[in-house]
């Protein structure tokens, strides 16, 4: 007991019992303490800084702080050289989301997140430095967009489930704290607003609209969808099978005659397919779908195509049938004119180039809208490639949700679903024999 109180009278320098001059002393060295220990306790920490998508004159960052506050990026031509700054705009929160703009193309940057005294730090998400795409030669033709894997109606995130299980999971997810706003809700509202803004030529929906394939879950997501300002097509995915229900509300819902089929764009062909078992929800096209790919190939060989497909059928993986996946590689291989593939069904953002002889053809899996790392693709098609960019949400709740499903996959999350910033933002200039196929 004697101990402690005299500890505690040696920490107040106003009851040390020694002479004035030194009680002075005490108290100007406690004063000197509290002056330097005070801001930096109330300075706000950084942390999960992501750089999340580069164009050719912008880039997007993420952060989170640990208090309410407002932040700004200082960014410039040199690492020594940050003398450029932006600020965030609205309100100050705990989860933050910049675009800086007015970059030149192919140029190399360096940034720093400031929030007051607080300087960020180099991470593998967040390297300080980047180099702003170059667009390919010759003027924009069009743009869509793509979104995937909006699960409407959903109960809970980040479920391991196999196909044709509802329960099961092996792992309890995670949920959104308001059940009046649930986070497919403001996630793919988020999303809609957003390529309204952009408004791009077109967009793509690339399959699980719903959840269980309910005609309720389908009616909603006709309805959040019929809020784009463009026409958009949608794709069937493995949770958009008909199971066990009287009737394919899919094809119902979206007056849909067949649910694979072909449009045309600008000049470029866009084929959708329906990868889809009906029963069950594992891969399959059907013998029909096959020779209607390949007859509908054979008569636009002379025209650019894109395809989209749920599953990712070049790649295989859980749920593929090996034998469509090698069918589905050899039409890649005898048709030049296909130009890249775009799948969901994974979640996250991967791009790889799959070799075929002499050429090379982007396998692009899109990241879903309603969870980590919550975003769309907008794809713009020049004369001479297409520069394809993710485009994170960005409502408030969504910046919140984000946070929270980085936690899926046990905290890996970014490294499972989030790819690189090369899955995120990718160009492909077009090989000769595509740049014949397009007419100027
Ligand atoms: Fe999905």
Sequence with gaps: ????????????????KAG??????????????????????????????ELLTVTEDSFTLYWETDQATGCRVEYGGQISRRDQSQEEKGGQGLFHLLKVNGLKPGTEYFY?????????GQTPLSPEKLTTLTLPDGKLLFSFAVMNDLHINEEAAGLMLLPGAKKASLTPGFKWKDPNDPYWNFTNRSAVRQINGLSPELVIVNGDLTSWFTEAEFKLAKQMLDGLQMPYYPLRGNHDRQGAEPEDWFKKAFHLERSYYAFKQGGFLFICLDSIRLKDGWEEITPEQWTWLENTLKEHTGVPSFIFSHYPL????AGINKN?????LDILSAYPQIIACFYGHKHGAK????????????????????????????VRVFENGIVY???PEDCENCLEWRSVTMGEYSGMAPRINGGTLQDRNFLYPFPEQIQNLIKP
């Design 1 to 16: 007991m004697r101990r402690l109180n005299s500890t505690a009278v040696f920490l107040s320098p106003w009851n040390f």
């Design 20 to 49: 004035p001059a030194g009680r002075i002393r005490l108290r100007i060295l406690f004063s000197i303490v509290l002056i330097g220990w005070f801001p930096s306790f109330l300075a706000a920490k950084i942390s999960r800084p």
């Design 112 to 120: 720093q997140i400031k929030c007051g005294k607080e300087i960020s």
């Design 314 to 317: 070049a790649l295989g993986g």
């Design 324 to 328: 469509d996946r090698k069918k589905f």
């Design 351 to 378: 791009i790889g180039l799959l070799k075929l002889g002499g050429r090379e053809i982007p396998q692009i899996l899109v990241p879903t809208t309603k969870e980590y790392p919550a975003g769309f693709a907008l």
């Design 389 to 391: 960019n993710f485009q």
